[in-house]
Structures are given as C-alpha cells and as structure tokens.
C-alpha cells in the first residue's frame, strides 16, 4: 500500500538577480560551472537559521517532523564517531550534539560559536553529506521501485519548478525534458571508454534555453534554491563551454571585491584540464552539468509509526542531467558541424570501430 508523499514544503523568497549577488552566490554558482565539489571548501556561507531550515527542506529534510530530526541526528552521530574512530579527531561537544541540527551549518558559516567550532563543523558536514548518498544509494536498492517510476517522480518535480519559474517571471524561452532511448543507450555505452551502465548521467536530461547570455546565471541561481542544493551537483561531471566564471565577475564589477574571498583563486580554472565531448563541433557551446536529485520515497516506505527498519532514511537520490544555453547559442548550435545529426553521426562511427578493431567491418545496409 502506498501512502501520501510529505514533501517538506519551501517558503517562498524572491528571485536572485546578478545584481542581488554576493560571495556565497559566486560560490554555489562556480561550484556548478566547473563541477566541483563542496568536500574541497573550508567555509559554508549561511547567516541565519531561516536560511538553514530551507536548505534542509531542499534537501528534503524537515525537522520539525520528529522522524527527519532523528535521522539528521543519526547521520551527525555517524559522522562524529567515523571522524573520533578512523582519525582520532576531537569533534567539539557543541558540534558534536548541538542544541539544533541548524547550528551545525551557522557553526560552519563562522556566524554563531567558537571560532574553532568553524572547522571542526565543516568536517562534519563532509562526512554527512557523504554518509546521506551513502545511505541513499541503499534505500534505492532496498525499495521495489522501478526506474520508470523514479523518473516519473523526479520529472513531476522538475517539472513542477519549470512551472514556478515561468510564474516568477524568469526570462525562460524553452524548459523541455528527455529520456535516452534503449539504442541511444547502447550506443553511448559502447562509444565511451568505461562501459559502464551507471556512468550515463543524462538518462533523464533536462534543456533549459533563456532568452539572453545574460538570463543563465539567474536561472541557475533559480535552480539551486528551489530545485537540488547546490552541494549535490555531481563532482567531474560539467561541461561547460559556455559561461566562463571569470567573465561573470567582469561583466558585473560589484562582485569584483568579492574575488579575494573565493575558496580558489580566479585563475584556477585556466589551471584545469578540460576535455570537450569528443563528438561535438568545435564551436559547439553549452552547459551541461549532472545532479543528484533527492526525492522523498515515503509513498514506498510505511508511515514513520509504523516504520521498522534499522536505518530509517527516507531520501534517494536519482541523477539528472541539466543542459543550459541561450537562444542564439542554441541556434547556432544547430548549424554546420554543430549539427545533432552530425553529432549521432560521429559518435556512431566511433562504435563501429571500436565493434570491428580486429574483425571484418560489418557491412552496410541498404
């Protein structure tokens, strides 16, 4: 029997303009443009617990329900006993068990505690945030859910923010969905040097086209806070041939003062060694990045009351693929080598020479 979903529901906030920006979003925002991952920060940027409590119901986690509080309570004592245990590390009482789940985040932020109690809290949110995938990743194999039904859920919830979107008025011109086809997959398996069935990211895939260059840095932003946070965008998996983090900060010279408080330095990502889609044309231009997308399974697991199991998580994450670009981009993309034909046309090459390395070249038909 399947019971209600209890979606913890966010309050609503206005949309964040380029110029309502500050360093905790150049932050978030750089973090999805190179793909980076929030294990390599050493400062969270929350200033109150209104903030946090949002998050956390982004997250999926509502703790004013006794059942999500106990469970953040059991990801921190994981985390606290994995950090005293593996490496012997003092883990302060207040972060240890503070009096709310939120100080741990304000802690992190430097805005409330000691200032050793920075630190220390940032770790432990490390290690959290890996333990929730980690406990994640098991419920989905525990639950009997398909992957049909996954998708329908988490394109429900896509979906339901395109929607918000377009009502707050954000200059969006096209927000469309797909789903990778049996032979689509097949042949990007075959094509990729890891044939590996769960290394497809953009099996469900998301294309987001704004009117102007300009528009994709609010509608991320958009995205980030009303959609996935913006930790669970998948480290390694951008590609970003578009919006450069540096121009970002020129093109708007109030976010220029911010540059010397970033976690890494502005010409880190020069530093960087970026391979391109190996099929794209060469002027091909756009953002594509991979999200965990958390989503409630309470319509698969008994009521709280009733719930029996030793672990008591009730979030799975399911990756989702984003593709964001601007109007002209796009139609430019579709021109010459760019084409999407030209496209599937190289990358079946490719297959049909890793297929016939060493054998007799199977022949044409028609």
């Known amino acids: ?9 966010l309050p609503d906030i206005p949309v964040c303009t380029v110029a309502d920006m500050g360093l905790r979003e150049l932050e978030r925002i750089r973090l999805i443009l190179r793909g980076g991952s929030v294990i390599d920060w050493r400062r969270m940027h929350f200033q109150s617990r209104d903030e946090v409590d949002r998050f956390l119901r982004l997250c999926q986690i509502d703790t004013s329900r006794p059942e999500d509080e106990t469970w953040a309570r059991t990801v921190l004592a994981d985390a606290v006993e994995y ?8 883990v302060a009482d207040a972060v240890a068990d503070p009096e709310e789940i939120h100080d741990l985040f304000l802690y992190a932020s430097g805005v409330k505690g000691l200032p050793r109690h920075r630190r220390i809290a940032c770790i432990v949110l490390k290690v959290m945030h890996v333990l929730q995938h980690i406990e994640g990743r098991d419920l ?10 996954l998708s329908e859920l ?12 377009r009502d707050k008025g954000l200059p969006v011109a096209e927000f469309a969905h797909s789903i990778k086809s049996r032979e689509s997959l097949i042949t990007k398996l075959l094509a ?6 769960a290394q497809i990211y953009d099996r469900t895939r998301f294309r987001i086209i704004t009117q102007k260059p300009a528009d994709i840095i609010p509608v991320l932003y958009f995205l980030t806070q009303h959609l996935f946070p913006f930790n669970f965008v998948v480290p390694g998996q951008t590609e970003n041939t578009l919006v450069s983090f540096k121009s970002v900060l020129e093109e708007n010279p109030h976010l220029q003062q911010f540059a010397q408080h970033l976690h ?9 060694d970026r391979t391109r889609n190996l099929f794209s044309g060469n002027t091909y231009r756009a953002l594509n990045f991979v999200v965990d997308v958390p989503v409630r399974m309470d319509a698969y697991l008994p009521p709280p009351a009733e719930d029996t199991r030793e672990r008591k998580n009730r979030t799975v994450f399911t990756l989702v ?14 021109e010459g080598e760019n084409a ?3 496209y599937k046309r190289r990358q079946k090459r490719r297959v049909l020479r890793r297929l016939s390395r060493g054998l007799v070249i199977p022949k044409r038909q028609g």
């Open 264 to 272: 890494l330095d502005l010409d880190y990502e020069d530093r960087e």
């Open 321 to 334: 693929e984003f593709q964001i670009m601007d109007e002209e981009t796009a139609r430019q993309n579709e």
């Open 154 to 165: 988490v394109i429900a919830k896509v979906l339901g923010v395109a929607q918000l979107l």
């Open 1 to 9: 029997m399947k019971f209600p979903p209890t979606i913890p529901q």
């Open 340 to 342: 999407h034909k030209l």
């Open 140 to 149: 989905m194999h525990r639950l009997a859910v398909s992957e049909a039904d």
């Open 83 to 90: 950090l005293r245990q593996t490496f012997d590390y003092r």
């Open 192 to 197: 990729k040097k890891e044939t590996v069935a």
